[in-house]
């Protein structure tokens, strides 16, 4: 089976998850990338059932805009049932990189607002130790050399993401050859560096269920 045929599997399989909890007062959370905008697409069939959803990027604001669900401001907004949203990488801890799609800001931030955060991915996100994946880091421009240098001293070779502006005015720098054995140390080590806006590492808030789509099915992971 192909890699959209998994994503698309455990887009549906979210949805079935999360549909019968829709009711009038319901928001959700929704993440950015090919497989959130499945779950957008799906989500879209029953529009009619909740109020609306708050977007972790504006191309997600704007799909789920197409789709006439409601998108509101996280300020406005008291509770977040469910949030669901894809990853680069996921471990059995269901710790997470995330931020190939540069929104990882403003996902970290819906996470950590929603009471239930299901990340959907398909198996070849599933990894032993994070960090094949290169791991996003949202820098201040002005402070990107600074962040740089300083990941250098914790053993990563960070490359500035080219072209990239994220939805928050700022740069992207990808950390290559980083293996990460302790991600829920080295987010917070590297959240501490003066310009780092957030990383893509999801280990402090991680998902709390992973749907992971495999040839023989999903697997529900919690
Ligand atoms: C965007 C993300 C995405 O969830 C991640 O890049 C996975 O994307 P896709 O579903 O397209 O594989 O973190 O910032």
Not at 56 to 68: C, F, G, T, V
Not at 76 to 83: E, N, Q
Not at 179 to 199: F, Y
Request: aromatic fraction near 4%; charge should be negative; charged fraction near 20%.
């Amino acid at each position: 089976m192909d890699q959209d045929s998994l994503k698309l599997k455990v887009a549906r399989a979210a949805l079935d998850i999360v549909q019968p909890g829709l009711e009038s007062g319901t928001v959700l959370g929704i993440g950015t990338g090919s497989t959130a905008n499945m779950f957008i697409d799906l989500l879209g069939e029953v529009a009619h059932l909740f109020d609306g959803a708050v977007a972790s990027s504006e191309a997600s604001a704007e799909r789920l805009k197409s789709h006439n669900i409601p998108v509101y401001d996280l300020n406005a907004v008291d509770r977040i049932s469910v949030y669901v949203d894809g990853a680069d990488e996921c471990n059995e801890a269901l710790q997470l990189i995330k931020g190939g799609g540069a929104a990882l800001t403003r996902e970290k931030i819906v996470a950590a607002v929603a009471k239930e955060f299901i990340c959907i991915a398909d198996e070849s996100k599933w990894v032993p130790v994070l960090g094949a994946f290169p791991l996003p880091v949202e820098v201040i421009p002005m402070a990107r050399s600074h962040v740089a240098r300083e990941i250098v001293k914790l053993g990563g070779d960070p490359i500035l993401r080219e072209g990239v502006v994220t939805d928050n005015g700022n740069v992207i720098l990808d950390v290559y050859n980083f293996s990460i054995a302790q991600p829920l140390a080295m987010e917070a080590r590297i959240n501490g560096i003066v310009g780092v806006v957030c990383n893509g590492l999801f280990a402090l808030r991680p998902a709390d269920r992973l749907l992971l789509g495999t040839a023989d099915g999903v697997r529900d992971l919690r």
